[in-house]
């Protein structure tokens, strides 16, 4: 039982001023859902800052630590954390969620892959990437860090910050995210894992998905977007002009300018010819 704790539910935004945005939508629509509980947004002011970075060769994964960093602080043993990336609207109530989390553990997707590649995605070889860098003994898993929950200190989030600040995991994916890093972390620290069961937890990957707004409402795979307690967007589709009629919902200020249209355009030809790569 967790009725005795504090609730805290968190996104972190920090880079570009669309993720910014992201983050007060995704504040507003968790606020609008689930009035008892604090919801807090955390960004520049709250980890180290860039000018830190003291490195002669940067990639961009170097800019990815600040939520990493963030977890790290996020550590008391009488309050639950939950965190949702700051690209996801919330349509629920989500206490439930809370009375799941159990004492020592980490709830996350975490998935063993058979094919050895993560996710399945061939030209992913994480154990192989981590190996060259020196980590050796990792295991094909991999991780969906959009939605995580804990109490108290999750000692892989120390070693996720660590790892991602001394080691350049040598693909397209550990050089451009942090997702690699914590789930490095994962494994050398035993984290005790509760699995995220997505027939418990309605949480919608929408870039899995097809998707229109119409009616007011952004129908999914020919489901109301009611249905899904979290809409995980994927920032990519924030220039979906579909997907940003369902954010204007949240944030009448939103335009469609000249300026996004364009970037809408070559956003949406970037990422078609990229899922058509994916599995090449």
Known sequence: MTS?????????????????????????????????????????????????INKKLIYPKDFKYPKLEIFTKLKDKNTNYMFIDADSIINNNLSKYF???????????????????????????????????????????????????????????????????????????GLN?????????????????????????????????????TKNDLIISNKSSKEFDIIHYGNHNYYDLDLFKMLQKYNIELKITPKFFIKSILKTIKFNLKKLFRYG
Not at 21 to 36: D, G, Q, R
Not at 122 to 143: D, H, M, Q, R
């Open 177 to 213: 995210g942090d997702e690699y890093y914590l789930c490095a972390a994962i494994q050398k620290c035993n984290t005790k894992i509760n699995q995220l069961n997505y027939e418990k937890f309605k949480i919608c990957k929408l870039w899995n998905e097809n998707f229109k707004f």
């Open 4 to 52: 005795d704790k504090k609730n805290l539910a968190f996104t972190v935004a920090f880079g570009d001023q669309k993720y910014q945005s992201m983050a007060e939508i995704c504040k507003k629509s968790f606020e609008l859902m689930n009035p008892n509980i604090e919801f807090k947004i955390f960004s520049d002011g709250d980890f180290t800052p860039y000018e830190n």
């Open 99 to 173: 009375d799941t989390i159990n004492e020592g553990e980490l709830t996350i997707e975490y998935r063993l892959n058979k094919t050895g590649f993560w996710a399945n995605i061939n030209n992913l070889n994480f154990v192989e990437t981590c190996k060259k860098a020196g980590l050796n003994n990792i295991k094909p898993y991999s991780i969906n860090s959009g939605f995580l929950m804990w109490r108290g200190h999750q000692m892989c989030f120390d070693k996720a910050l660590e790892y991602i600040l001394n080691y350049n995991l040598d693909d397209k994916k």
